[in-house]
């Protein structure tokens, strides 16, 4: 009887024992090499947020940029017409009225337009607002601008004197009169909101932030209710950062670390600006650690499983 006992002390260990063992090793390596392929991977995340920053910001940009772009070029079209430049001769409010009715419906994009003559006060507009009608606009940026330069000009972010008082920004283009001196300006209002549509659809399904300022660096995107919204200290410092540093940064921004890219917007003379915080790009290369270690476990189970079937 005690030789007995003692063979089986002494001989091989339990089948339960070795599937046990052979499951905590197998698993445990594959677990450790989860992690460290982990780890390269949150220290990759952080190398290729700075693209990915920089790839938003572009896009952002490209599709401010064409917007208004487009915007200008077709009301330049428009101040081109020669009716036009006839109603503006004579004073001519009802076919002027009517060119500008057909401009808003035909853009889609034009909230409101209207025409002032050489000194700035409105005398036609549509859609029509009488609080506007015989108001001198000589105090508007657009107006100082193309009476002198005679070129089209796009105006910082305000809250417009007529509709809703809605923020906008304001696309102004000269008017041929006689003697090749301007008849009158043709000025179209596009509302803030307009361009935020279209910049929010480029970064969906982003985790990052997209900013968007004009020439008086005013906020575009994100709306603000105060149209006077400027860029804070902490981002403008970030931005002069990014502009000596081939268009990235990294630093603090309010309670944060981000990495932040910026990307110009020529025809409006503003910036898109990206930005990702440390945790949104930690959080990512986290979700695809878990998603290995997972894979290990169950890969160590399975391999586990196999070998004891095989070694029975």
Same mark, same amino acid.
């Given at each position: 009887?005690?030789?007995?006992?003692?063979?089986?002390?002494?001989?091989?260990?339990?089948?339960?024992?070795?599937?046990?063992?052979?499951?905590?090793?197998?698993?445990?390596?594959?677990?450790?090499?989860?992690?460290?392929?982990?780890?390269?991977?949150?220290?990759? $995340?952080?190398? %290729?947020?700075?693209?990915?920053?920089?790839?938003? +910001?572009? &896009?952002? =940009?490209? @599709?401010?940029?064409?917007?208004?772009?487009?915007?200008?070029?077709?009301?330049?079209?428009?101040?081109?017409?020669?009716?036009?430049?006839?109603?503006?001769?004579?004073?001519?409010?009802?076919?002027?009225?009517?060119?500008?009715?057909?401009?808003?419906?035909?853009?889609?994009?034009?909230?409101?337009?209207?025409?002032?003559?050489?000194?700035?006060?409105?005398?036609?507009?549509?859609?029509?607002?009488?609080?506007?009608?015989?108001?001198?606009?000589?105090?508007?940026?657009?107006?100082?601008?193309?009476?002198?330069?005679?070129?089209?000009?796009?105006?910082?972010?305000?809250?417009?004197?007529?509709?809703?008082?809605?923020?906008?920004?304001?696309? $102004?283009?000269? %008017?041929?009169?006689?003697?090749?001196?301007?008849? +009158?300006? &043709?000025? =179209?209002? @596009?509302?803030?909101?307009?361009?935020?549509?279209?910049?929010?659809?480029?970064?969906?399904?982003?985790?990052?932030?997209?900013?968007?300022?004009?020439?008086?660096?005013?906020?575009?995107?994100?709306?603000?209710?105060?149209?006077?919204?400027?860029?804070?200290?902490?981002?403008?410092?970030?931005?002069?950062?990014?502009?000596?540093?081939?268009?990235?940064?990294?630093?603090?921004?309010?309670?944060?670390?981000?990495?932040?890219?910026?990307?110009?917007?020529?025809?409006?003379?503003?910036?898109?600006?990206?930005?990702?915080?440390?945790?949104?790009?930690?959080?990512?290369?986290?979700?695809?650690?878990?998603?290995?270690?997972?894979?290990?476990?169950?890969?160590?189970?399975?391999?586990?499983i196999l070998a004891l079937v095989l070694l029975r």
């Open positions: 009887m005690t030789a007995r006992r003692g063979s089986r002390r002494g001989g091989k260990p339990s089948l339960a024992t070795r599937f046990f063992l052979f499951l905590a090793i197998v698993t445990g390596a594959l677990v450790a090499a989860a992690y460290w392929v982990g780890g390269a991977i949150e220290r990759h $995340a952080d190398a %290729v947020a700075e693209e990915d920053c920089a790839i938003h +910001a572009r &896009l952002a =940009a490209s @599709v401010a940029d064409e917007h208004v772009s487009g915007l200008g070029l077709g009301l330049e079209a428009a101040a081109d017409n020669p009716r036009l430049a006839a109603a503006c001769r004579v004073r001519d409010i009802e076919t002027a009225r009517t060119l500008l009715r057909r401009l808003v419906s035909l853009s889609g994009r034009f909230d409101r337009v209207f025409l002032a003559d050489t000194a700035g006060v409105e005398w036609c507009d549509y859609p029509q607002d009488s609080r506007v009608a015989g108001k001198s606009f000589a105090y508007r940026q657009w107006y100082r601008w193309v009476r002198s330069t005679n070129e089209r000009y796009v105006s910082p972010r305000y809250a417009r004197a007529a509709g809703k008082h809605e923020p906008a920004i304001a696309i $102004a283009v000269p %008017v041929d009169g006689l003697g090749g001196k301007p008849g +009158a300006y &043709l000025v =179209a209002q @596009v509302l803030v909101s307009s361009i935020e549509q279209g910049v929010k659809r480029t970064s969906e399904s982003w985790k990052g932030t997209i900013r968007l300022f004009d020439r008086a660096e005013n906020y575009l995107v994100p709306q603000t209710p105060d149209s006077a919204m400027v860029i804070g200290r902490q981002l403008h410092d970030l931005i002069a950062v990014a502009r000596k540093t081939g268009g990235t940064a990294r630093g603090r921004l309010g309670k944060g670390e981000v990495v932040l890219a910026v990307a110009d917007a020529p025809s409006f003379g503003g910036i898109a600006v990206a930005t990702m915080t440390s945790d949104d790009i930690a959080d990512q290369a986290r979700r695809i650690t878990r998603r290995y270690r997972n894979a290990a476990l169950i890969g160590g189970a399975a391999v586990s």
